[in-house]
Structure formats: C-alpha cells, structure tokens
C-alpha cells in the first residue's frame, strides 16, 4: 500500500531564517506530487505541483520554491522566512493519469505545522 | 465569487440526527467533486468521491447537481467521532496533465452526547 511520510511535524523558525520541509511516498511510482499551505481560519491554498523529476509548476507568487530530485521525494524551501509563512504544509500525491489507474484523488500527508516568530 | 463555498457552521447536532452540509462552486467546467474530512490540526483525509447519480457510504450520502453547480453531503445517525470539519473539494484537470484541487473552507460539525 502506498504512504506518504513528511518531516518535520513541527517547526518554529525565526523571520529571515532558511526553511526546507521534506517529503516522501511510498509504493508507488511516478506519482503527481503537491504541496499545500493551510493558514488559520482559511482554506488549503496549493502552492506548488510537479508531474515528474524535477518538473515544478508553480501555483503562487512568494518566497517559497520546491524541487523535486528524486521520483518519490518532494522539498519546500525558502531562503528567508516571513512572518505570513506560518501555517500548516501538506504533501499531497496522485497517481500519474497517464498510468493504468487513473484517478485523480489526492492523498495526503501528515504535515508540518510552520511557525515563524 | 469564491471558487468553492460552503457554510463555514459550526453545526452543533445531537447524536442520533441527521445533518446535511452544502457546498456551490463557481467553475461549470469541473469535473470530479469529493469530500473530505478533517480532524483538528491533522490532514485532510478522502470522505467518499461524488458521482454524478449520487452515492451513498454507510451513513454518508453524497449529490451532485451539475445545472446548480451544487454538492451536498448528508450524514445519517450522527456518531460522536463525526465531529470534524468537512472539506468540500472540486478538482480540474490542469494544462500539465495533473489534477488540481481546489477546497472550500469547511463546514464545522460538533456531535453532543
């Protein structure tokens, strides 16, 4: 069965610091990859998704940038923090719509909860 | 008008009752339509998929009305551990060849022993 792993649960981090969250998934092969932000009182924001190696589109203007260097492995990481960065970060993966099962569910991770004082 | 909207409650509800949540989206275009569901400070995780003759989960039943662009969610025999917010969730396939959700903020629920 398939799982999605992301590390750190939580973090705190001054303003101006650099920021890298990880993710990974498991038993499953080329997956449709996606980061979410989930700021208080507000809705699951997409910010970032990639439909292969090192294939990243863009949802958001802002300080924040992802890579993708591995199949499986998906990274948010940010230069200098801001205050408005503070929220809840979730990995998301699909499976590929051009594989033999296509659906267009997306499964999430357990998330990072960001704080940035 | 927003994207995806729903009534942001909460719904206060006595175990045992049935409660029905509403959810309208702006794009005639979509294509796919979920709930999800949404413990505190956890992840969203997948309710049940809407199909367009609707569907029912056990005490889940879901609709879509596509001339309203209207999905509801009707959940039969509250239990205590239906206390969580409800993601209404439409999906639009993008340029790249993924799929992208877009969220409605949720409807609260609280089921009252």
């Known amino acids: ?117 | 008008r927003k994207e995806v909207e729903q009534d942001p409650g909460p719904f206060n509800v006595p175990e045992g009752a049935t409660v029905a949540f509403n959810c309208t989206y702006s794009n005639s275009a979509s294509q796919s339509f979920f709930w999800y569901r949404q413990d505190c400070r956890k992840e969203p995780k997948l309710l049940m998929s809407v199909y367009s003759s609707g569907n029912e989960d056990g005490r889940f039943t879901a609709q879509l009305n596509r001339a309203s662009q209207y999905i509801s969610l009707l959940i039969r025999d509250s239990k205590l551990s239906d206390s969580a917010t409800y993601l209404c969730v439409v999906n639009m396939r993008s340029g790249a060849g993924s799929y992208q959700l877009t969220f409605g903020k949720g409807t609260k629920l609280s089921v009252i022993p």
């Open chain 1, 1 to 117: 069965s398939q799982t999605i792993h992301q590390w750190p649960a939580t973090l705190v981090q001054p303003v101006g610091s650099p920021l890298s969250l990880e993710c990974t998934v498991e038993g499953t092969s080329n997956p449709n990859l996606y980061w979410y932000r989930q700021a208080a009182g507000r809705g699951l924001q997409l910010l970032f998704y990639s439909v292969g190696i090192g294939q990243i589109s863009s949802e958001v203007p802002q300080n924040l940038s992802a890579s993708r260097p591995q199949d499986r492995q998906f990274i948010l990481s940010s230069k200098k923090l801001l205050l408005s960065d503070s929220g809840f970060y979730l990995c998301a993966w699909s499976v590929d719509p051009r594989g033999a099962m296509i659906t267009d569910t997306q499964y999430f991770g357990p998330g990072t909860r960001l704080t940035v004082l």
